[in-house]
């Protein structure tokens, strides 16, 4: 399918989620729905990074909160439409992803993953430190009560977080299927081999890294104006962080439909069950499903489906045998890396 | 001809270890030279070096006429300079087909030859008839054996279409026939222009092959010059039987 | 902010005393991280584990918190020892360490906090012992005996360690595991089995580490999460895996931090660390006193 029609089916297919909602007449509806919506663009986001080309981010929080923050900035001066703040944050959010990427992306990813884990903390130290957008005691952001075609502004907010989805769904569609993708592809499986096959691996990275935090930036700007309060610690926590990595990988990381098929899974069931349970129990419930996932069904979701219709066409009984043998490489086929040949 | 490759004084240390100490080696354009040496001799660090996969602290490398030291792997890559790894180190996730794709969509395309689609499908098949593998080409390479890997690893060094093309052990566990195969690849590939540097074990192979041969041990060069001459040099036969 | 000599000595003091606390908080990571090349993120989590068992304990029985801390060590090598043991069979075996073994460490993390939050609630929790009150005074030098004690016993648990590590036959092969993997083969060594001793002390240090981070200030499941950045630094700049090496990153940190907290004021403090980072890894990756 090329690129066009499948973005006409992506938003037909929001159009109809959006009539739905309204049809229901309950606006609950679209509140619950923009979080999710927000998630589907999260964790696709992370994927594009995460999934296609290996390296771990855990500074979701941090991106999302800068683009959270920018908003809020921005709002103190004077306010703009959201769409205008979804730019905004996005560039921002991908120029800091860019920087962090050029300092610690010529490592190995570990110390990507690290630096993006400590992100988080050092952003809600410079938050804390601004007066101008609420320092420690947080920010308060007004919503306007309608906004003219839509009635109430839930709706409108929760159309624009759809129509981010959709481009977070394209783009990532996009970056899977072209040249960037192999090459991305190539850096997970073995970084050495794809230099030498020509992959210019650092700058793909930071290709990745730059697109993937401005998603992610670009999810948190309409964020101040749907909660109405924005705090530091909450928004710079780590619910964000493993929220996008279970859903990745719950869903599957190797294509666009695994995050999607998470963050719809794992965002409804949470919005479900913060009626009944309290947040807390909630992520508990995800980071248990994230620890079971990553030891059990590696491959997510899409994984098992991939293997059930496998196994249901292979006429032989000894395939999946042979499968399992040849996905255990022998231990020692790596040896010590960097050790003296 | 003029000299292809030129390596002057190079040096490579470990910590203490000194696994690389002062080599100098000219290749000319369209030699076949063999390099050998026994296991730690510092063969697989010197085409790392060369390659870009590691850093030399000391010396530098010249390639088709510009000093290539500091350039990324992947410069050196699309400048022409082509290698196989000792150990095969195959994309896992992607097939045969775009095993052997992505040399031709990042080095070959990078230098501006732009191809169609169908055009780079062919390619892949043919580089892969090459090597036996056509009849895989929709495999994954956990499905492959060693020996298989081996060739695959060759093929995606030729997809890099490379002025120079380094085997870094190639042959390892082939059978008499199969090793035929890959020397008369190699062969044609030399034939058709291309400078080639065998790294190899297997006497016979390296013999048959080699125009020139080169002998590392300890990480230094102990000899250089024709086949039938450097085995006749005492030196050589004390580092081999000594060991 | 007016600058004074003793504003900046105590500073200093306080810094080199804190910097042995991080010491003690850092050398899992060193051991983990540095040697076994197992990017344990969550050790932090592990860390509040150890204040809240030193919490819960201190609180029903009235031991000290380092007698406690001693007590249980056992149980958090027993507990490293199992988390090795699915961390090898799950990712290591099968080569996906990078990403789903980074992700499960992050889980882990996750749930401890989470499980903390849940059981303790997000009130700050403290422990009671005779030296947690009294500060000594040397002139105009303030020696908070609060800071001085976990400091001193860090040191010696460091100590130890780096005997252990260097002396005994055990702590040769923990050495050499991540070098040359065959050598021990070839010695009839098991490397998984001296992995995962080795992870299990390096678990058990979150235990120590815990009683003193309790016994410094007052913790509440989070307070975890500035560790994060702070201890990655100090194991990078102290030269991954170097326990004297980890001492010294700690004390520098610690300096650095104290000074910022003294003349910027302490809300700044945690970005220091995660400058000090960034720095490292952009500059020189291989730590101070790199090989």
Redesign the interface.
Known sequence: MRTIPFLIICLAVGAAVFAGAIASGNDYLFFAGYVVMQYIVLATAWNIL?GYC?Y?N?GTAGFFGIGAYVTVAIHQWHPLPIPLLVLIGGVVSAVIGYG?GY??LR?R???F???T??????L???V??WDYVGG?RGAYIVRPEAIAPFGSYIRYMFMIMMLLAVAALTVARLVERS?LG??L??I???E???????????RLKLIATTISGALMGMAGAPFPYYIGYLQP?STF??DY??NA??MS?IGG??SWVGPLIGAVLLGSLQQLATVTISS??N??IV??L??FF??VA?NGILGLIHKYWQHKSDDFVGRRR?DLE????A??????PG??? | MSDLLEVANLGKRFGGFVALDNIALSVRAGERLGLIGPNGSGKSTLVNCICGTLRNEQGSVRFDGRVIDGLPAHRRTRLGLARSFQLPRPFVSLSLMDNVRIPLLYTVEARGAHRAGAAIDDHCHRLLREVGLEAKARALPRDLTQVEMRKLELARAMAAEPKLLIADEAMAGLTHSEIEDILALLVRLNEQGVTVILIEHIMRAVMSFSRRLVVLVSGRKIADGLPEEVMRDPEVERAYLGQ | MIFSFDLLINAIVSGILIGGFYAAVTCGVSLSFGILDIVNIAQPAFIILGSYVAYTLNASLGLDPIVISIIVLPAFYLLGAVIYQIYYLAFERRGQESLRGLAFFFGLLFITEVTLVLYFGVDYRYVQAAYIGPTWHFGAIDVPLRILVPCLVSLLMIAVLQLLLTRSFIGRAIMAVAQDQLALRLMAVDPVRIKRIAFGISIATASLAGAFLIIIQPVEPSVGREYIGRVFAICVLGGMGSLPGTVIAAMLIGIVESLTATFYGPSWAPAVSFGILLLTLAVRPAGLLGR
């Open positions: 995460g290996g771990v855990f962090m300092l610690t490592l990813g570990a110390f993953a690290i630096a884990l400590a992100l988080a903390v050092v809600e130290t410079l804390v430190n420690s040249r192999y090459g592809a190539t997970r499986d073995d050495l081999a794809a230099e030498a096959a020509g992959v210019p691996t650092l610690d926590g780590f962080a493993v990595i279970a990988l990381t190797t807390a129990v992520l508990l980071g248990l994230l620890v990553v030891i590696p042979v040849a996905a255990a490489p231990p020692a086929a790596d040896g010590a050790a003296p040949p």
